[in-house]
């Protein structure tokens, strides 16, 4: 399995920036995708940001020009830059993996999740 370790989060004042780190470690190969999402109180999960295998980036709308996300394939590490944050950023920020391995009758999907990390933004 892949174990996700989030790092990064915390309080911070309106139009401030923070670096989410998720570190994954166990068995790594064949993660076909790693994805931030975040989750309010009352809200459903959302997609924050994801980038796949092959390097490709999507981000939700009202992130977009404000996050990065990035790879470090040498430490086996996803980040998200936040810059410009805003109230509206505050939820608990989750890691997100997704690995496709061989089996008997085809491919086998896995999901795996970090246990998420604080992001608080003050007015």
């Known amino acids: 399995q892949v174990q996700l370790v989030e790092s990064g989060g915390g309080l911070v004042q309106a139009g401030g920036s923070l670096r989410l780190s998720c570190a994954a470690s166990?068995?790594?190969?064949?993660?076909?995708?790693m994805g931030w999402y975040r989750q309010a109180p009352g809200k459903q999960r959302e997609l924050v940001a994801i980038?796949?295998?092959?390097?490709?980036?999507h981000y939700e709308d009202s992130v977009k020009g404000r996050c990065t996300i990035s790879r470090d394939n040498a430490k086996n590490t996803v980040y998200l830059q936040m810059n410009s944050l805003k109230p509206e950023d505050s939820a608990v920020y989750y890691c997100?993996?997704?690995?496709?391995?061989?089996?008997?009758?085809?491919?086998?999907?896995?999901?795996?999740w970090g246990r998420g990390t604080q992001v608080t933004v003050s007015s």
């Open positions: 980038i796949t295998s092959g390097g490709g980036t």
């Open positions: 166990g068995i790594i190969f064949s993660i076909s995708a």
């Open positions: 997100n993996a997704d690995q496709r391995l061989p089996g008997p009758f085809g491919t086998h999907e896995y999901e795996y």
